[in-house]
């Protein structure tokens, strides 16, 4: 079992940066891919960034060239710094943990994950 805890949101204007965390408990973090999803009022759950348990990241549209993923196994966390920031990018952000190796991009494919936490930008 792995609980995941996401802190790091809150309000910002555009072209402002905000890092997300996200805390999980359990003794075998280290084997979980670990992705980050957004979903906007009305819209469906996305992936934006997942990283391997190897420490390699992978982004999807979404998250291509301004965001950044990862991760310190030592400490249980996974990170996502999000930099030039875009009213499109106001969100629900979900943090998840899946035994799927790869690059897994379906929420389906995500055994754990964390409550959310809101990132709002301003134009």
């Known amino acids: 079992q792995v609980q995941l805890v996401e802190s790091g949101g809150g309000l910002v204007q555009a072209g402002g940066s905000l890092r997300l965390s996200c805390a999980a408990s359990?003794?075998?973090?280290?084997?979980?891919?670990m992705g980050w999803f957004r979903q906007a009022p009305g819209k469906e759950r996305e992936s934006v960034a997942t990283i391997s348990w190897n420490d390699r990241p992978y982004y999807a549209e979404s998250g291509q060239g301004r965001f950044t993923i990862s991760r310190d196994n030592a400490k249980n966390t996974v990170y996502l710094q999000m930099n030039s920031l875009k009213p499109e990018d106001t969100a629900v952000y979900y943090c998840?943990?899946?035994?799927?190796?790869?690059?897994?991009?379906?929420?389906?494919?995500?055994?754990?994950w964390g409550q959310g936490t809101q990132v709002t930008v301003s134009s």
């Open positions: 998840a943990a899946s035994i799927v190796g790869g690059y897994p991009q379906r929420p389906s494919e995500y055994n754990y």
């Open positions: 359990g003794r075998t973090f280290s084997r979980y891919t």
